[in-house]
């Protein structure tokens, strides 16, 4: 009766679309693949073994991207809670407003609740939808959590940055109960529900039991179909490797040679990859011994680039990468990235131009569910995401031919990382954050090491600033912007800035404060305010 009523265009509302639309679902679902995306925080371009640095092995990504299709040339936002909003809805932050982290403690920003999230298509789909992890898209309602945007359960934490053992977010206390905290509490749940229980464990631990135990639950599918259970659906949002510097002390201890100097511990950071490569690497394994590798699509992304040097407490590297986290140079914004899995070619890379606010639209092409966007109450505005599963799926030219780094209304006064966009070969950059350049990571000598970036020479003595002007670079033969052209190409950069006009344009304010202010609870714990 529902695709009767569809197909005489009747019913208008969407509601009734999607009803119809899910109704169709249920018979499709046992032939989707599961998704498994894995996030991890602030890894730097020079934090893995595949882009050419011995200094810290990295065998679980590593044999991860191998086995599928590494993304050469793949970008984020600067800073976490812009690119995991654009992840979830497909969007620009030009158009969600979402250009900052939203703040810790007692927030009152959050992503917009109009947006239907990706986890809320997968279910349209028939898939079981499991968050572990770092959230970072609001906290202080009910309905801005997890499980109220999409996902079917949720084990981790709301907010940006934490104590990885009591999970307190003033990390210098040594109050494990986080109480008396006027900037910071206990930030870990379950649901809706504070998690207490796992005050005092390592979180990347937490959170790899967590995704083991969803993974084995799907396993072992008979081959008759009986008992199916339906896809699933797992957002893994590792804390690893953002601040603070924190890691047990066996991992720290296999990097003995490399320096570890206050301010920027690499050594504690090299721990603190290697145990986040190792749950990745045992959630792969689990995935391959339960019978699930050849129906599981596994995605591998940072959500920015790798704060180094110090700054925010941290030592990543993106090096021979320009810049980090928190500004629009290649090093912020150029990030370690594979998929792996059905229709993904193996063993191979791919140079084509990818965006994070591509991956809703790619993966609902890939599981057959790129019409649920149609329908969707908010249209996808300019700017925003588009699939390249067709281009992914072969390691052909990509649809994408632009990448919008970050752009801004000038008459509204808000230049946040400043305005940035590629077209082609070329780069149109006006920076406004730049907190170094191209720091090398302590312990590594750059002459020995063949990067899988190759730069054509050292950095530059006296670099080019690019604040309050605009610089031009083509990042295809100088990846990490060592040269300004825009004194010798003044025509290209009025045809870039042409292109960027109507982004700027559209650009929307930043993501206001909204609602009530959450509290901390008797205990210590931060509990929402409705």
Request: net charge negative.
């Amino acid at each position: 009766k529902l695709q009767f009523l569809y197909l005489i265009g009747f019913p208008p509302t969407t509601m009734h679309r999607l009803a119809w639309l899910a109704a169709l679902a249920v018979a499709d679902a046992a032939s989707r693949p599961n998704l498994v995306m894995i996030v991890v925080d602030d890894l730097g371009y020079n934090d893995v073994s595949m882009h050419g640095s011995p200094q810290i092995p990295t065998p679980g990504m590593d044999g991860l991207c191998a086995a599928g299709t590494r993304l050469n040339r793949y970008y984020v936002q600067p800073v976490c809670s812009p690119t995991r909003a654009t992840i979830m809805t497909g969007r620009h932050v030009i158009n969600t407003g979402v250009y900052n982290p939203f703040s810790e403690g007692p927030s009152m920003q959050y992503l917009d609740l109009q947006y239907a999230l990706l986890p809320s298509h997968l279910k349209t789909l028939g898939y079981d939808t499991h968050m572990v992890g770092k959230w970072h898209l609001g906290s202080s309602l009910n309905a801005t959590l997890p499980v109220a945007r999409g996902f079917d359960s949720h084990v981790g934490y709301l907010q940006g940055a934490e104590d990885y053992y009591h999970h307190c977010l003033n990390f210098k206390s040594v109050d494990i109960s986080c109480s008396g905290l006027a900037e910071g509490g206990y930030d870990f749940i379950h649901g809706e529900t504070t998690a207490s229980e796992y005050n005092g464990t390592y979180s990347a631990e937490i959170f790899a039991r967590q995704a083991l135990r969803i993974v084995r639950n799907y396993s072992n599918p008979t081959a008759d179909g009986a008992g199916a259970k339906p896809p699933f659906f797992l957002y893994l949002a590792f804390q690893n490797v953002h601040a603070p510097m924190q890691v047990p002390a066996a991992y720290e201890a296999k990097f003995p040679s490399v320096p570890n100097p206050a301010g920027a511990p690499r050594r504690t950071f090299c721990g603190m990859v290697d145990i986040v490569d190792e749950a990745i690497a045992n959630v792969t394994a689990a995935i391959r011994e339960g019978g699930l590798e050849e129906s599981t699509l596994v995605v591998l992304t940072s959500d920015n680039g790798g704060p180094a040097d110090g700054y925010d407490g941290n030592a990543a590297s993106n090096y021979p990468l320009r810049g980090g986290k928190n500004a629009i140079w290649e090093g912020g914004t150029r990030v370690v990235g594979c998929a792996k899995g059905p229709g993904v070619p193996a063993g191979k890379v791919w140079d084509g131009l990818m965006h994070a606010s591509d991956w809703m639209h790619t993966l609902l092409e890939a599981v057959g569910g790129a019409h649920l966007l149609k329908v969707d109450d908010v249209p996808f505005q300019l700017g925003d995401g588009m699939s390249v599963w067709p281009a992914l799926s072969t390691t052909s030219a990509s649809p994408r031919t632009w990448i919008l780094y970050e752009a801004h209304d000038p008459d509204l006064g808000h230049l946040i990382h400043g305005n940035a966009i590629l077209v082609g070969d070329m780069k149109l950059a006006q920076v406004r954050l730049s907190f170094y350049d191209w720091p090398v990571p302590p312990g590594q000598d750059p002459a020995a090491i063949n990067y899988s970036v190759q730069c054509g020479g050292p950095p530059p003595a006296s670099p080019p600033r690019c604040k309050g002007s605009w610089c031009l670079f083509n990042v295809t033969a100088d990846p990490c912007e060592h040269t300004d052209l825009s004194a010798q190409h003044p025509e290209i950069v009025a045809a870039l800035k042409a292109e960027l006009a109507p982004y700027q344009k559209q650009a929307r304010p930043v993501v206001p404060n909204r609602g009530c202010l959450p509290s901390m609870d008797k205990f210590g714990a931060w509990e929402r305010c409705a």
